[in-house]
Each structure stands twice: as C-alpha cells, then as structure tokens.
C-alpha cells in the first residue's frame, strides 16, 4: 500500500468515520460507505493505486427496502463517476465519495425509488386490459373445501 493510500484511508475515516472506509479479510478489498445513502460499494485497490485507478467490483449492502434495479443502477452510476475523477497519480476515494453524493441528490427523480412507491402502468395500445386483470379478489370468499378419507401408505399419512 503506498503512502498516498495510507493517507488517503486515514482522510476518509477521520472525515466519515470508521464506516466510511472499511478494511476486509481478502487483500486490496475495501467497503465504501456513502454518508447520505444507506449503500456500501466493494472497492479493489490494485498495489498500484493511485498509479492505476481502482475498481468498483458490486454493492456490499443497497440499503432495507430498495426496488429491484437500485442497487445496479447505483454501481453502474458510481463507476461512470470514478471514470470521470480518477486522474493517473493522484488519490480518488473523496472526489468520488462527493460526486457521486451531489449526482444522486440531483438524481433522485430518476433513481429507483423505495418500495411502497409503487405506479399503475398501462397496459400497450391494442391490448385488452381485461386479459391482465385479475380475476379474482381478496375479498372474495375462498372456495368450499371437502376432506377426503385418510390414506395410510408405508408409515405415512396422506389426506386431500
């Protein structure tokens, strides 16, 4: 680990701490919290860093309650950004941390959002909107039910 490094990971854990940057069993992984999101991304630093830029390998944590699809829009999201700050030579993590919190705050419109928030979406032109409506409703009474004679095979017990 270079000295830049060293550095670099005593900055960012004095500024977000010690969750901000976090060490793991496996050599050169590291777990990046972002302050104002409840995501956590899986950095690899190269020996090299920060002569070759790091790379963003998923999410470790997308947060309680995420829709399907926010955790690889956010990845997909920060690694365009660490292509954007990562400058050969220099040290990256809080330009990133940063930037990708000022994009996402202006991009809340377009991130997938949380469940509950959920939107009715009409069906094509020319579908039949009753052929995807369900037919039956939760307040409709459930079927009668019957109870057949117990059956008794090899120790076993069977009922419909």
């Known amino acids: 680990m270079s000295e830049d490094f060293c550095n670099e990971v005593e900055a960012i854990r004095s ?18 919290s972002i302050p104002s999101y409840s995501f956590r991304l899986r950095l690899h630093f190269p ?8 790379e963003i390998l998923g999410t470790d944590t997308i947060g309680e309650g995420t829709t399907k699809g926010y955790g690889c829009y956010v990845l997909q999201f920060a690694r365009d950004i660490l292509q954007k700050v990562w400058k050969e030579g ?27 928030t959920s939107q009715l979406i009409e069906p ?18 459930a079927p009668g039910w019957t109870l057949s ?9 069977f009922i419909a």
């Open 15 to 32: 500024i977000y701490g010690d969750d901000g940057l976090q060490f793991t069993n496996e050599t050169g992984i590291y777990v990046l």
């Open 47 to 54: 020996p090299t860093y920060p002569a070759n830029p790091p």
């Open 90 to 116: 220099e040290v990256c993590l809080f330009d990133l941390i940063e930037e990708l919190e000022t994009a996402l705050s202006h991009e809340k419109e377009t991130l997938p959002s949380v469940k509950g």
């Open 124 to 141: 094509p032109e020319g579908v039949d909107a009753s052929l995807s409506a369900p037919t039956s409703h939760p307040s409709d009474p």
């Open 149 to 157: 004679t117990p059956i008794t095979e090899k120790k076993s017990l």
